[in-house]
C-alpha cells in the first residue's frame, strides 16, 4: 500500500498561487481606497477649519489693531461688537482683497486661511448683495475648478440691518 500523504500536485499549487494572488491584489486595492479616501478627509477637515475660523473671526473681532486700515491691519476683522459689523472695515476688506486688481493674493495671509483660497460675500436676508455707498461688500477669490469647497454662512449686523456672511474656503 502506498501512501500519497504529503505530495502536492501541480495544479494545486497553481490554484492556490492564483488565489493567493486575487487575495493579495484585492488588499492593496482596498489600502489604495482606504488611504485616499483618509487624505480627502483630512483636507476636507482642514478646510473647514480654515472657513470656520475665518467665518468667526470676521464676525466676531475687531482685527488687529482694532482701529485698523488699509496701511496698518495685520489681521482682518470685521466687528466693532461682536456679530455688530462696521461698514468701513467691510470696504477696507473688500479693496484689500479684491481679486480683480491683484490685491487677493498679495494680502490673502491677513484672512490666516494658509493654502487656501477664500471668498467672502455679504449678503441681505434675501440674498442679494449687501450694497455699501453703492459699492458691493465680496472680498476674495471666487471658487473656480476647485476640487474641495466649503461654504460657512453667519449672520450679523450692519448699519442695523441683518446681514448673512457667505465664506467659501476652497482648494483646486
Not at 473671526?57 to 482701529?67: E, F, I
Not at 455699501?132 to 471658487?143: D, E, K, L, T
Amino acid at each position: 500500500m502506498s501512501s500519497r500523504a504529503g505530495q502536492m500536485y501541480a495544479g494545486e499549487f497553481v490554484i492556490s498561487y492564483f488565489i493567493f494572488m486575487i487575495v493579495l491584489s484585492l488588499a492593496f486595492y482596498m489600502w489604495g481606497n482606504t488611504t485616499q479616501g483618509l487624505m480627502e478627509s483630512e483636507t476636507f477637515y482642514a478646510i473647514e477649519d480654515a472657513a470656520v475660523e475665518t467665518a468667526e473671526t470676521l464676525v466676531r473681532t475687531p482685527g488687529n489693531p482694532s482701529d485698523w486700515n488699509a496701511s496698518t491691519v495685520t489681521s482682518i476683522g470685521l466687528a466693532d461688537e461682536s456679530r455688530i459689523l462696521n461698514s468701513n472695515k467691510i470696504m477696507a476688506m473688500a479693496a484689500l482683497l479684491n481679486n480683480s486688481n491683484g490685491n487677493y493674493e498679495a494680502n490673502r495671509y491677513l484672512l490666516g486661511v494658509g493654502q487656501y483660497d477664500m471668498y467672502v460675500n455679504l449678503t441681505y436676508l434675501n440674498g442679494s448683495t449687501l450694497l455699501i455707498n453703492g459699492a458691493q461688500a465680496v472680498a476674495g477669490s471666487p471658487p473656480v475648478n476647485s476640487t474641495y469647497q466649503l461654504t460657512i454662512v453667519r449672520t450679523a449686523i450692519v448699519n442695523d440691518t441683518v446681514v448673512r456672511i457667505i465664506v467659501t474656503a476652497w482648494q483646486t
